[in-house]
């Protein structure tokens, strides 16, 4: 034995307890005992400490899984754009741009949930086979929530389906997916014929169509109904604010005709009663038709007076406030681009108590507009300037979101949990626009890197006003930052160690003297297994070369089982970390890791039952 090696029980000791490793940041992933982040976090600093203790030593006598190798996933360029596109993507969500494409996907649906849903998944399916899906899915994410939050439906239904559909519509041509583009370069590697650009669209689109009816009619029926706190204090019922809109000439309510206690340009809310001079109408309301000078009094949920101030600001208007501040002030809060709404309840021993609202001094003091208020129980028949307030009431406050944050600190009041919500910047919409279509040029032209466009796009909304550091900042997501490095560290573990090639051969035997459809059909899936527990990218390295062995011995098209790996290793829907995208719906769609299990797991069967249909079709 060369003395610069190690003895050979060195090498199955490594192997065996990195996966010993790998099974215990499993189980935490699963049961989430601890954040995913920790788990994440604490399996790299694992894996640090035991390969320098226990060093794999390259011909070179270097440790091939120093500090370097196992940290490079931080650096990644996936990750890095993965990051980029956070915030590009929160600059059309702050800006309004994907409501609005969120609403023609609804007009073309005429409002049906179910065709809603349908016709973005399949756009997301074409667009993924000519785009890569990280970017797509981080695009179509705030699409799916306003469409989910508009139908009536919780995103946990259908959120998990857009990264299913992503990833099955990357398998349709060779740059959709980056397993694709390893596959194919493995190939050349290896000194055979790289795959054609639509050479494996054929069957990646018949998988693709049982997929996308398998997400549309089954999945929502395994997945669990989950919400965020913010949506549940959004969804209640029968809780509604009491707010007033002053008419002046011009007003978009002024000369609306009242049918039955609904104005036609809010239909959202109901007319509770007008004051007009000196007179109060109340209902029933007969024709009666806004004209200007009219105080208008409305009643409507938390959604509906946040849709209008974000689409016409300074239409609802506080009362009071020009007592204590110039009116001009009152325009400077409603139409601020960093604009934040919250709900914020009156204390008990509250200074507010037995105050009227706009004689309180609260609204100069805090620089937040009261925009609503809402009593349990009590249905109000008056101006809001007439109320007193109680403790128990609720408050729909609006301002800067520093002074909505600066809330928690108010003897006065509190601020609910949970209830702060940012309103669109609508002045920036063609700024994020240009953003994002130069980054979609630039990406598909190939004429810049794509990490650079995605991170100067990110630079650039910054720079341009349309975010301020702190909300770009609130775009990251923490599993992307830690879960994706962790999980590559392990997968560099598995192949350095020979982790991966032992679990390789040993499913490959296992297909030992089968016909070439079996060996086909076996072969996807043990692949497709194999790729939720290292990952889609890993997976496709890993059995190329088996594929062009299996070729070799059966007879057959070699490109046939080298499809056969990529259409596998992109089947990483059993758990969230075998597939990027898996990790970017699980924050918007309050998935748990089992949930992927549930939902995922019969995909995955599903797709190798069709793809031992076509196999067999195929006649090799």
Not at 13 to 41: C, G, N
Not at 108 to 128: D, E, N, P, W
């Amino acid at each position: 034995m060369d003395a610069g090696l190690p003895p050979p029980w060195m090498a199955d000791f490594q192997i065996w307890a990195v996966f010993a490793m790998l099974a215990v940041v499993l189980v935490l992933y699963v049961t989430e005992r601890l954040p995913m982040e920790i788990t994440s976090i604490g399996a790299i600093v694992v894996l640090i400490l035991f390969f320098h203790l226990v060093p794999v030593v390259g011909a070179d006598g270097g440790n091939r899984l120093d500090v370097t190798r196992l940290l490079a996933g931080f650096s990644n360029p996936a990750v890095l754009t993965v990051l980029g596109l956070l915030v590009i993507g929160q600059g059309l969500v702050h800006t309004g741009v994907l409501e609005r494409g969120a609403l023609a996907l609804l007009s073309l649906s005429r409002g049906r949930a179910a065709l809603s849903v349908a016709v973005v998944l399949l756009a997301v399916t074409v667009i993924s086979a000519v785009m890569n899906n990280v970017p797509v899915v981080v695009i179509f994410i705030p699409i799916l929530q306003s469409l989910a939050e508009r139908m009536k439906a919780s995103p946990s239904r259908v959120m998990m389906g857009l990264s299913f559909t992503a990833a099955l519509g990357g398998s349709m041509t060779l740059v959709g997916s980056g397993s694709n583009l390893l596959v194919s370069s493995e190939l050349a590697a290896l000194g055979q014929r790289p795959l054609g650009f639509f050479e494996m669209t054929l069957p990646a689109t018949l998988l693709a169509g049982v997929g996308l009816v398998y997400v549309l009619l089954a999945m929502p029926r395994l997945l669990v109904d989950r919400a965020s706190l913010a949506e549940r204090l959004a969804a209640r019922t029968g809780q509604y604010f009491m707010a007033q809109i002053p008419v002046s000439a011009g007003s978009p309510v002024d000369g609306t005709e009242a049918v039955g206690g609904v104005l036609k340009e809010l239909p959202s809310v109901r007319l509770r009663m007008v004051v007009r001079e000196q007179r109060v109408f109340r209902p029933p309301f007969h024709r009666f038709r806004i004209r200007p000078g009219d105080l208008v009094v409305v009643a409507g949920s938390r959604r509906a007076l946040t849709d209008i101030q974000g689409k016409r600001p300074g239409l609802l208007r506080p009362p009071g406030f020009h007592d204590h501040a110039p009116p001009e002030a009152i325009d400077e809060i409603l139409r601020d681009e960093d604009r934040a709404l919250a709900e914020v309840m009156v204390a008990p021993g509250s200074s507010l108590i037995r105050r009227r609202i706009g004689r309180s001094g609260f609204q100069a003091r805090s620089r937040c507009a009261v925009l609503g208020i809402r009593r349990r129980g009590v249905v109000f028949r008056s101006r809001l300037s007439q109320i007193f307030m109680e403790a128990g009431d609720v408050l729909l406050v609006q301002g800067r979101a520093e002074d909505v944050e600066r809330l928690r600190d108010d003897p006065d009041v509190v601020l609910m949990s949970g209830s702060s919500e940012h309103l669109p910047h609508r002045r920036g919409v063609l700024r994020s626009l240009a953003v994002f279509l130069t980054f979609v040029v630039g990406a598909a032209t190939g004429a810049v890197p794509v990490v650079a466009l995605a991170i100067g796009g990110a630079a650039a909304l910054v720079a341009l006003g349309v975010l301020n550091v702190t909300r770009a900042a609130r775009a990251l997501d923490s599993r992307i930052v830690t879960v994706i490095p962790a999980t590559l560290a392990f997968g560099v573990a598995m192949q350095e160690t020979g982790g991966a090639a032992l679990i390789a051969q040993g499913l490959t035997g296992l297909l030992d003297g089968a016909g070439p459809a079996s060996v086909l059909s076996g072969f996807f899936l043990i692949t497709a297994l194999l790729s939720n527990v290292i990952g889609s990218n890993a997976t496709a390295v890993l059995f190329t070369p088996i594929a062009i062995g299996l070729a070799g011995e059966l007879g057959g098209s070699l490109h046939l089982y080298a499809i056969t790996v990529l259409l596998a290793a992109n089947c990483a829907f059993a758990t969230p970390t075998g597939y990027q995208t898996s990790l970017l719906v699980m924050g918007p769609g309050h998935y748990r890791y089992m949930d992927f299990v549930r939902a995922g797991a019969p995909l995955v069967l599903l797709l190798w039952l069709t793809f031992t249909i076509y196999v067999l079709w195929v006649a090799i």
